[in-house]
């Protein structure tokens, strides 16, 4: 399915705590008893083919989402309990300002080849976006990364800004920011001091290779 993942975020539950043996059907057909899905997404190592732990569930609707989230918090696959949340609350725990640019996309790039390219470097936050035409759905040849750690943010730009993603050589770089003046960008020595500072007051949560929260 060709789609903007993150066209309807509101109505999107994020699963984490996954089993490795949970597949993209299990994750399907568990999630449809609590409505009619629009996508399921599980994100997969590049490398190894194995998911990361976690998935996302759009639904129809965000009535859905949050029903969803409701009655399957804590389920166990496999034996383990399933974490079910907002997938936009998810984000806005711990977003922190890593957020990357990519530029000069092949129109052949969708968010999950993003996702792969860039999962190498660290823990992407929600959805790598691909930036489409409202009526087409065709690419505008940019997107966007979060990273849950600026560490992470600066390899990836570093490795990736000037390399070819299927026929291009894309551009990487920190996103402007929205409440920015001037073309400020992310990555500032300031967001740093404070992510640090959240993160050593607990504020953010650490997180293991799957992505999960250490509590």
Same mark, same amino acid.
């Given at each position: 399915?060709?789609?903007?993942?993150?066209?309807?975020?509101?109505?999107?539950?994020?699963?984490?705590?996954?089993?490795?043996?949970?597949?993209?059907?299990?994750?399907?057909?568990?999630?449809?008893?609590?409505? /009619?899905?629009?996508?399921?997404?599980?994100?997969?190592?590049?490398?190894?083919?194995?998911?990361?732990?976690?998935?996302?569930?759009?639904?129809?609707?965000?009535?859905?989402?949050?029903?969803?989230?409701?009655?399957?918090?804590?389920?166990?696959?496999?034996?383990?309990?399933?974490?079910?949340?907002?997938?936009?609350?998810?984000?806005?725990?711990?977003?922190?300002?890593?957020?990357?640019?990519?530029?000069?996309?092949?129109?052949?790039?969708?968010?999950?080849?993003?996702?792969?390219?860039?999962?190498?470097?660290?823990?992407?936050?929600?959805?790598?976006?691909?930036?489409?035409?409202?009526?087409?759905?065709?690419?505008?040849?940019?997107?966007?990364?979060?990273?849950?750690?600026?560490?992470?943010?600066?390899?990836?730009?570093?490795?990736?800004?000037?390399?070819?993603?299927?026929?291009?050589?894309?551009?990487?770089?920190?996103?402007?920011?929205?409440?920015?003046?001037?073309?400020?960008?992310?990555?500032?020595?300031?967001?740093?001091?404070?992510?640090?500072?959240?993160?050593?007051?607990?504020?953010?949560?650490?997180?293991?290779?799957?992505?999960? /929260?250490?509590?």
């Amino acid at each position: 399915m060709s789609r903007d993942l993150e066209r309807n975020q509101e109505a999107t539950c994020y699963i984490g705590n996954l089993d490795e043996r949970v597949t993209d059907e299990i994750v399907w057909e568990l999630m449809l008893q609590a409505g /009619p899905l629009a996508h399921v997404y599980l994100p997969k190592d590049r490398v190894s083919q194995m998911h990361q732990g976690y998935a996302f569930a759009e639904y129809r609707t965000e009535a859905d989402a949050e029903y969803a989230c409701r009655i399957m918090n804590g389920i166990k696959l496999y034996g383990k309990p399933i974490r079910v949340n907002m997938s936009s609350t998810e984000k806005q725990e711990v977003d922190i300002g890593a957020n990357l640019f990519i530029g000069n996309l092949d129109s052949g790039v969708d968010e999950r080849q993003l996702y792969d390219t860039f999962a190498t470097f660290g823990n992407i936050v929600g959805t790598p976006k691909v930036a489409r035409d409202p009526t087409t759905n065709e690419s505008k040849n940019y997107g966007f990364v979060s990273f849950d750690s600026f560490d992470a943010a600066d390899k990836a730009i570093e490795s990736l800004n000037g390399q070819f993603l299927l026929n291009r050589p894309i551009t990487v770089m920190y996103a402007l920011r929205k409440d920015g003046k001037n073309g400020e960008r992310h990555g500032s020595e300031a967001e740093r001091l404070v992510a640090a500072q959240a993160r050593k007051n607990h504020v953010l949560p650490n997180r293991d290779a799957y992505g999960v /929260p250490i509590a």
